[in-house]
């Protein structure tokens, strides 16, 4: 399949974004993704202007998309949707600042309010969130109006107390300083986002930040994916089992509350009475069923039996056979998944020589897994993911690179050479691991891994065997004992990559696992950083992409993302870009994280001859 043939190609180039569109309402535009630093948004059409210094949201979220295609007054509130909504159901933490994993970002995106957030999470478009308006006088200050009477949940630690500029400034001044109540200093994910920021509160309601330099990232940083802003009274508690689940360590502001979130029961949100954006959500409640995103003939069961509303198979031509086979009762939409799949190399042990990093770089046969596990629904990614069109190397240079040409023989001439040379042979064995939730869903990979290998580098030395991200990979990355492995990396949370470059790449990256420490590298991701011109921005990124790519991404080698073709029954109205039509699927979910727009956008309709009993008795317990 052609890099540019497919329907999300197609979709994305006819959606071009100007520049106007991402800096929008807000003040400077960026920001990046999740754990190793892959994204970005937008597009060429940039016509210079000045960058807006002030913004005011309002009090609801004007410009958001609200149920496309559905008036108002045909949307029904109540209902209880059960969907497999956050991916797996592993956390590593239920601290938001220090963990890892992607659920806890997700889960987070619903329960807590941030302090400013996405009207239009693709194109970058910010609206007040916990700020209602903000200003930014000059490049480096930003002061934040908090909204009045935004309330904790009420829990023997908040009391229901109200939401401050004190919880503002604890929540900035924890990540920068990196450092629990008793004193330790565990791994804080964004540390280095919030490193030199003074952090002023001249009253309840008013937060000035001022940044050491000028960051054109900052803002839409505040948005992202991981930018919730968690309860200090709960979080402190909490510290020292930080990786024991218990809706009391979230308390929220939000849409949801947590009602239960236990290991091994089904999490379960509950509408937030006192949520500030009155008449949302829709449903009284969401539940993401426990266990069922591994075990795929499960999940398919509960589909068939509506027990979840939305269900996607392994294999997109069966979820196609079940779609074809309820024609009248089901919708069918294609999401572009935000989480890029990643083969991250250990360049401090096997791979300490940057030519066998290099060949397995072209090793890796992008193409053949997007076909071997997606049916062809996907398209190879750069360092900067297509996801990110503004930023991201375009398909017609990305196709001229090592590892993503089109002529395979090349690419494997190139391998072996550099495999050979590199001393690869005498490496003896070498384990390329498969992370256990991604096998459960695609038990093959194991086997088509070390095929892979040893087919393209003409030897019989690779095999794959299981890991987990919580036990083998995420302890041990900052001692850089972690294994090879492919599978998921974080989810792209945003349409801007610079501060997830420098995150991952810069020599003071707080997740540059790989110990990159390139000064050329650095001083372009930096310049990057400090410009609010998005033009000039762009430049300065493929410029350190084309350093990123030239090294194999020093081992953290970005693969491809892929689509998910979903089934839907027909009474579930879901979050979608565009609505389906006669013989046309539905677009999905956005690209990064925006769970308050699902607030308004996720509803149930009685009235659809698809509803059920099932449906109509389901308890929050």
């Known amino acids: 399949m052609r890099d540019q043939s497919n329907y999300w190609t197609r979709r994305l180039s006819a959606n071009r974004l100007s520049r106007r569109r991402l800096v929008g309402g807000a003040a400077a535009a960026g920001m990046g993704a999740a754990a190793f630093g892959l994204v970005g948004c937008g597009d060429d059409d940039d016509d210079g202007g000045a960058t807006p210094t002030v913004s005011t949201g309002g009090t609801t979220a004007a410009g958001s998309p609200t149920a496309a295609g559905t008036p108002a007054s045909a949307i029904v509130d109540g209902g209880v949707a059960r969907s497999v909504f956050l991916g797996g159901s592993q956390f590593d933490s239920v601290d938001i600042h220090r963990g890892q994993r992607d659920e806890i970002g997700w889960l987070s995106g619903s329960v807590l309010s941030k302090i400013v957030r996405f009207s239009n999470p693709d194109a970058g478009d910010l609206e007040a969130d916990l700020a209602e308006k903000w200003e930014t006088p000059d490049a480096t200050v930003f002061t934040f109006n908090l909204r009045k009477g935004v309330k ?42 919030y490193a030199g920021i003074k952090v002023e509160t001249p009253d309840n309601y008013t937060v000035k930040m001022t940044l050491p330099a ?41 849409g949801y509350i947590l009602k239960q979130w236990r290991t091994g029961k089904d999490i379960v949100l509950q509408k937030n009475p006192d949520y500030w954006e009155k008449g949302l959500p829709h449903l009284d409640g969401a539940i993401n069923p426990w266990g069922l995103f591994e075990d795929p003939n499960a999940h398919r069961l509960a589909f068939e039996q509506k027990l979840v509303d939305v269900w996607n198979a392994p294999d997109a031509s069966l979820t196609k056979k079940v779609l074809d086979d309820n024609k009248s009762n089901m919708y069918e939409s294609l999401t572009g998944i935000s989480n890029t799949v990643l083969m991250h190399l250990n360049v401090h042990k096997q791979f300490k020589d940057p030519r066998l990093v290099k060949a397995m770089n072209m090793a890796v046969d992008r193409r053949a897994m997007i076909q071997s596990f997606h049916q062809g629904l996907g398209q190879v990614s750069g360092v900067v993911p297509w996801l990110q069109e503004g930023f991201a190397i375009k398909p017609d240079d990305l196709i001229k690179l090592p590892g993503y040409r089109t002529d395979r023989a090349v690419e494997i001439k190139e391998a072996r050479e550099l495999w ?38 003409g030897v019989s ?10 036990d083998d990979i995420i302890p041990n990355l900052p001692k850089g004992e972690y294994p090879s492995w492919i599978a998921w990396t974080n989810a792209v949370n945003s349409p801007d990559p610079r501060r997830d470059l420098y995150s991952s790449f810069h020599s003071k990256g707080s997740q540059n696992w790989s110990k990159v420490n390139n000064p050329q590298l650095d001083k372009l991701i930096d310049d990057a950083l400090v410009t609010a011109d998005l033009a000039k921005a762009r430049a300065l990124v493929l410029d350190a ?44 979910y956005w690209n990064t994280a925006g769970a308050h727009l699902a607030f308004k956008n996720s509803w149930l309709d009685p009235k659809d001859p698809s509803y059920s009993d099932a449906v109509k008795g389901r308890k929050l317990g």
């Open 152 to 193: 904790w949940q009420n829990t023997p630690l908040t009391n229901g107390r109200e939401l401050t500029s004190a919880d503002i400034k604890w929540h900035i001044e924890r990540q920068q300083a990196g450092k629990l109540v008793d004193g330790s200093t565990p791994k804080f994910r964004f540390q280095s986002d």
């Open 461 to 470: 030395q690779f095999k794959s065997t299981k890991c987990t991200y919580n």
């Open 214 to 254: 000028p960051n054109g990232s900052f803002l839409i940083r505040q948005a992202a994916f991981f930018a919730g802003v968690p309860n200090r009274e709960a979080t402190e508690k909490f510290e020292g089992s930080h990786t024991t689940l218990t809706e009391e360590a979230m308390p929220g502001t939000s």
């Open 545 to 588: 992409q084309k350093i990123l790519m030239e090294n194999a991404m020093f081992g953290a080698v970005v693969l491809y993302n892929y689509i998910n073709r979903y089934a839907n029954w027909n009474f579930a109205h879901r979050p979608l870009k565009t609505q389906p039509s006669a013989g046309k699927a539905g677009a999905g």
């Open 420 to 457: 050979n040379a590199g001393g690869g042979p005498a490496l003896g064995e070498v384990d390329i691991k498969g992370v256990e939730t991604w096998t459960s869903v695609w038990p093959d990979t194991y086997q088509i891994i070390a095929k892979m290998f040893n087919d393209s580098l």
